[in-house]
C-alpha cells in the first residue's frame, strides 16, 4: 500500500512522545482504539505508522507519520483531512510538511502559470517585480481607478486591490473591475509598458463564479484570492474553472501557528494552483521570522515533479528604503508588494513615489546584470 | 454608520496593549497608516475603533472592537475576512466573540431545522439524543451497512460516518449511501423507531453537490459536514442549496487555538447553518477544557434572534460509563456520540453495547420525569 507523509511538530516530554505520535497517527486515520479493529487488512493497510521522531528543541519532536494513500481517496478536501483533520484540535501540534507520491501528486496540476508564465504575461525575463496595493478600501470606484493609473504609470507590474475590498456599496465589484480594467489600459497605452488589474475575488462557490465571469468578460488576467477565506477546496475548483487566470493567493485567515508558514502558503497553496503566494515579511508588523519567510519563498519556488514554481511575494508592512535589501535576500525570481509606505505619499506624490519603489527595483536589477 | 462588535484576546504587556489594540483595528478596517488616510468619511466610516480594552489574566486583554458593517459588503466570507482576515496571522491573538447588528444578523438563515427540527424527526420531544460513527475507515460498504444496522437496531437514533469516510476505493460513496439507508430501513422497520443515517459529505464545491444529490435521491435526511475543511462560504451555499438536510458538523480542521471553540462551533457554525455542532468533549482525547465545552453548548443554543437553536453534540474519547455524568452537565438538549468505545466491543456483542448506551440514556431521561 503507497503512503505519503505529514510531518509535525509536537510538543511533548521525553517520556510522553511515543505514546503522543502513536495516538496522532490512529487519530489521523481509523479514529479508535487498534483493539477495536478486528479486520487485520484495516491494521495493516489504513492505520497510520509513526515513522520517526527526532527530538526539535526543548520539548518538541519532529515526528514523521506515514498515511495510506487511499485514505485521500485522492481528493483535496480529504487530503487535508487526512493530514490535519482532527489534530488541528490537539494542543502543540504544528503541520510542517507533506510529502506525496507521484501518482498522488499527480491530481493536482499545480499553477499554470507560475513564474515564468508572470514573467512571458509581463515581458519582464529576468528582473524582480513589482506590486502595489490599492487602499484604503471605502475609496470610491473613481478613486481607486486614479490610483490604478498612477500605479500602472509609474510602472507598477501588478495593481491589486486590498484584500478588503469585495463588493461594498461604497465600490460594487462589477463597476470597480471595468473601471480600473480602463485606468490600466489607459495608463499602459502611455507607457507602453504592461501592467494588470488584479481585483480581489471573494465569496461563497456560487458568488465566485458570478464575479470570476465579471472580471474574465471585462479582460482581467490576474485575480487576487485568499484560499483560506474561501475554502482550500473552493479554490481549487475556481482554478479548475478559470485556468486562465493568474491567482495571487493572500495568507488572511491563515492562522499563525496552526500549520507552519512555508507549508500553508508556499507548498499547500501551490499544490492548488496559487502561481505567486502572498505572505508577510519579516520585520514588518508581522512576526515572521526571516528563516521562516526564506523558507516560504524555497518552498514556493521549489523542484517539484511537474508542479510549476510559483512566485513568492512578500508584503505587509513593506518599506520602499529595504528594496535592495529585501532583494539581496529573495533573489529576482521575486514579487515586492508594497501597500500603505506608499500612499503616504499625498495626491501628486504619489506617482513620484511609486516611481521611486520601480527604480529602486530596476537599479538593484541593473547592478547585478 | 453601523458596527459590528469584534472581540478578541490579545497577548501583550500593560504598556503595550493601547497600541496592539489600535493595530488590530487598522489592521482589521483600512490595513495602512492612518496617515495614508486622506479622506475624513474613510476615517470616520471605516476605519474600526477599539471599544473597549479589559484585564483578562496575567498578560492577557480583552479588547472589543467596532468594525463598519458596510465593510462586509453583508456577505459570508467578507464578513470573515473583516473580523479575522489578517489577525490570523497575528500572534498571540484570538477571536473570541462577534455581535451582529439586526440587519446583518438577517442576510443568515441559521440552521433550518435546530434543536426542534431533529426532535420532530426522531419523534423525541424531550430525552438527550443518541449518535454513533461507523468506523475506522477501510471497511467495506457491506461492513459498513451492517454496522449501520446494528446501531439502528439498539435504538441509536442517528448513525454517521467517521469523518475520515470520504469516497475511497474500499466504500465508495454512491454504494454506500444506497447501502446504508437500506440497512437503517430494514433496522427502524423492525424496532418501529426512528433513525437515521447521516452520510459524511466531502468535497470541493462540484464534488460536494455531486454527493449531496446522490444522498437526497437515496432519501438521505442527515448528514455530516467538516465546515472548516469545507471552507465557511462553501458550507454556507450548501445548506442554502440543500436546505432539507439536517447538517451535523464536524470541527475537523478547526484549529484549537485561533478561534475561541465556543465561537466557531458553537456561534459561528450555527450562524451558517449547522444544526448540530459537534465538538471534543472534556475529559476524552482533546485539551478542552469542562468550561469551554459548556461556553459553547450555551452558544449553540442560546437565543439569537430569529437564529433557531442548534443541538450540541459531544464527541471525542466518549465513553459509555459517562453518559450520567455528561447529561448531568450538558442536560437534554443534546445529542451523545460515541465512536470508538462502542466498537471495543466485537461481533454480536456490539448490538449489546450499543443498547447499553441507549438504555443509559433513556434512564438518565426516565429519572428526571
Redesign the interface.
Known amino acids: 500500500m503507497e503512503r505519503l507523509t505529514a510531518t509535525y511538530l509536537i510538543g511533548s516530554d521525553a517520556a510522553g512522545i511515543a505514546g503522543r505520535a502513536q495516538?496522532l497517527a490512529i487519530?489521523q486515520?481509523?479514529?479508535?482504539?487498534l483493539?477495536?479493529?478486528?479486520?487485520p487488512?484495516?491494521r495493516d493497510?489504513?492505520?497510520a505508522r509513526v515513522a520517526s521522531i527526532e527530538p526539535a528543541g526543548p520539548e518538541r519532536y519532529r515526528v514523521a507519520v506515514e498515511i495510506a494513500v487511499?485514505?485521500?481517496?485522492y481528493?483535496?478536501?480529504?487530503l487535508?483531512?487526512?493530514v490535519?483533520?482532527?489534530c488541528?484540535?490537539?494542543?502543540n501540534v504544528q503541520l510542517v510538511d507533506i510529502d506525496l507520491p507521484p501518482d498522488l501528486l499527480a491530481i493536482f496540476p499545480g499553477p499554470r502559470h507560475g513564474i515564468a508564465g508572470i514573467r512571458a504575461l509581463l515581458d519582464a525575463p529576468r528582473r524582480p517585480l513589482t506590486s502595489a496595493a490599492m487602499?484604503?478600501?471605502?475609496?470610491t470606484v473613481d478613486?481607486l481607478a486614479a490610483m490604478c493609473r498612477t500605479f500602472a504609470l509609474a510602472g507598477v507590474d501588478i495593481v491589486k486591490d486590498?484584500?478588503?475590498i469585495?463588493?461594498?456599496?461604497?465600490s460594487p465589484f462589477a463597476q470597480r473591475v471595468p473601471a480600473c480594467q480602463a485606468a490600466i489600459a489607459e495608463a499602459t497605452a502611455a507607457t507602453g509598458k504592461p501592467a494588470f488589474y488584479a481585483p480581489h475575488l471573494?465569496?461563497?462557490?456560487?458568488?465566485?463564479r458570478e464575479r470570476a465571469h465579471v472580471a474574465r468578460d471585462a479582460g482581467v488576467r490576474v485575480v487576487l484570492v485568499?484560499p483560506m477565506?474561501?475554502?482550500?477546496?473552493?479554490?481549487?475548483?475556481l482554478v479548475?474553472e478559470f485556468p486562465e487566470f493568474v491567482y495571487l493567493a493572500h495568507?488572511?485567515?491563515?492562522?499563525?501557528?496552526?500549520i507552519a508558514p512555508a507549508l500553508l502558503f508556499g507548498t499547500i497553496f501551490r499544490l492548488l494552483g496559487a502561481d505567486a503566494p502572498i505572505f508577510?515579511n519579516y520585520g514588518g508588523?508581522?512576526?515572521y521570522s526571516r528563516d521562516e519567510c526564506g523558507a516560504l519563498a524555497a518552498a514556493a519556488r521549489a523542484p517539484w515533479g511537474a508542479v510549476r514554481p510559483a512566485l513568492p511575494v512578500p508584503a505587509g508592512g513593506m518599506r520602499l528604503d529595504r528594496v535592495p535589501e529585501l532583494l539581496d535576500y529573495y533573489g529576482p525570481d521575486t514579487m515586492l508588494l508594497i501597500?500603505?509606505?506608499l500612499?503616504?505619499a499625498?495626491?501628486g506624490a504619489l506617482l513620484a513615489r511609486a516611481r521611486e519603489f520601480v527604480a529602486a527595483v530596476e537599479s538593484w536589477a541593473a547592478a547585478r546584470t
Open positions: 495516538a487519530e486515520s481509523v479514529e479508535c482504539p483493539e477495536a479493529i478486528h479486520d487488512r484495516i493497510d489504513i492505520v487511499e485514505t485521500t481517496g481528493e483535496t478536501a480529504q487535508i483531512n487526512m490535519f483533520g482532527n488541528s484540535l490537539w494542543e487602499k484604503p478600501q471605502g475609496m478613486q486590498d484584500h478588503g469585495a463588493d461594498q456599496v461604497y471573494i465569496g461563497t462557490p456560487g458568488v465566485l485568499a477565506l474561501l475554502g482550500l477546496p473552493a479554490f481549487r475548483d479548475d495568507p488572511a485567515f491563515g492562522g499563525a501557528a496552526r508577510v508588523r508581522f512576526a501597500g500603505g509606505n500612499l503616504l499625498q495626491g
